[in-house]
Structure formats: C-alpha cells, structure tokens
C-alpha cells in the first residue's frame, strides 16, 4: 500500500524525462494512451485505498470509542452501585443510631416529665395539706367560737333570769345552771354565795367565798361576801380584815357595808366604824 504512491511518484518522474526528450511525433502519440490509463489507474487505486484506509479507520475509531463508552458504562454503573450500597449502609445506619436516639430522647423525655409532674403533684399535695390542716383548725376555732357565743347567750340568758327571780332558791337553782355550762365561774359562785347568805347558810357561803377567792385573792365582791359570813359566824377580826380589802378594792362598798344587817355585830367596834365611816377620824 505504501509502494504505489512511490511508483506513482517514480512514473511520474520517468514521463517527465520521456517528455523531456524529443522523441519522433509518433513516438508520442503512441505512448501518451498508455501513460494517462496508467496514471489514471494509479489514482483509481490509490482513491480506493484511501477510502479503504478511511473506512478502516472509521471501524476502528468506531470500535475504540464503543469500548470506551462500554468501559465508562460499566465504570458508571459499579461507581452508581457502590454509591447506592454506601448511602444504603450510612442510611440505614444513620436511621438505627436515630432511631435509638430518638427512643432514647422519648425515654428520657418521658422520664424528665413524669418527675417533673411528680415534683409539681408532691409540692401542690404538701401544700393541699397544709391548707386542709388551716381550714380544719379555722374550722375548729369557728365551731367553738360558735359553741362559746352559744354558752354566752345561754349564760346571758340565765343572767336575765335571775334578775327577775324573787326568792334565794330560785336564784341559786339559775346558779347552779350557769356553773353547769361554764364551771368555775367567779361572778356566778359570788353572786351564789350571796344568795345562801340570804337563806342564812353562813357555812356554804364562807365556802363558796373561799373557792373564788383561792383563784382571784382580789375579787372585792368574794371578800365582802365572806366578810359578812364571817360576822355572821361571829369571827368579828376576821370579818373587818376581808372588809378591808373588800373596800380598798372597791370603795363602793364603804356605803354598803354601813347599812348591810349582816354587819350589825360589828357596829361599836372601833376598826369597823373607822372602815365605813372615816370622817370620824
């Protein structure tokens, strides 16, 4: 293939130096035929293998570029396979450490919440408690607020009463009602002692005096009281000390003690007048 141009080069040359030369006309007119259809032979044949060469080379080219197309394919393919098998991989990775930590943050979540909600119920219960135990014990002071206001309208009651009874009897059975309710009430078993002084029970009188008086030394009203018992008992010093303090603590009781018949003993004795009487001095 590499030789016909060469001869075609050479054929060339040869007719060159043939035509250089001046050969007979009929020399020339029989060989230019044969040169042209050997000329044009060679150009014939070598178009063909240009086409030939062309063609093959296109085939070839063709072929290279199909496997290196087939070999970019599969390259692109496995690449494409192994990349899904590695998103695959980290995904379903990704998605099991996510789906732990998401149990986990729900667990804890969960647990966080109920101790707090347990904190919260424990604070509220304590302090449920302790307005349960302020409303029991507000409760308890009304209801025995309410209990004494009760006893004090019932004693006032009795108090009314008594004002309105005629005989010492009477008077001592509302007494008696009225320490029933509240025993060891000083005004009732003074006012008490006062009424058994009027039924002349001097004894009974100088008793009750003395149970006033063992709780208030002070009371005026025991002490006049047992004061009278005393001189009635006769006791007449005994009888002027009680006064004494009776009237040091309420001088009202000067004027009464002057015309009290249960101090009549008493009148002529120098203590006693100077006690109801001190003008005399």
Request: with cysteine; charged share 30%.
């Amino acid at each position: 293939m590499l030789f016909r141009p060469l001869i075609f080069f050479v054929a060339l040359v040869f007719s060159a130096l043939a035509s250089a030369e001046t050969p007979p006309a009929e020399d020339k007119i029989l060989e230019r035929p044969l040169m042209e259809r050997y000329i044009l032979d060679e150009l014939k044949a070598l178009r063909i293998d240009q086409q030939d060469l062309e063609r093959r080379m296109v085939i070839e080219i063709t072929d290279r570029e199909l496997a290196v197309a087939d070999k970019s394919m599969n390259y692109a393919n496995v690449t494409v396979t192994y990349f899904f098998y590695l998103i695959a991989g980290a995904a379903s990775l990704f998605a099991f450490v996510g789906w732990q930590s998401l149990r986990e943050l729900r667990d804890n979540t969960k647990k966080a919440a109920d101790q707090q909600l347990q904190s919260i119920a424990n604070q509220y219960e304590k302090k449920f408690q302790r307005l349960e135990q302020d409303l029991k014990r507000k409760t308890r002071i009304i209801a025995q607020n309410n209990k004494e206001i009760e006893t004090i309208n019932e004693i006032h009651n009795l108090w009314l009463r008594s004002q309105g009874l005629q005989t010492p009897e009477q008077k001592i059975e509302v007494y008696d009602d009225i320490l029933k309710i509240r025993p060891g009430d000083l005004e009732a078993l003074t006012y008490k002692a006062d009424a058994v002084m009027e039924i002349r029970e001097f004894h009974w009188a100088l008793s009750l005096c003395n149970r006033v008086l063992e709780l208030d030394s002070s009371n005026a009203h025991a002490l006049y009281q047992r004061a009278c018992a005393y001189a009635c008992l006769g006791s007449e010093e005994l009888a002027i000390n009680d006064l004494e303090k009776a009237v040091s603590g309420s001088a009202s009781l000067r004027e009464l003690a002057a015309e009290d018949p249960d101090f009549e003993s008493l009148h002529g004795n120098e203590r006693f007048e100077l006690l109801i009487d001190p003008s005399d001095t």
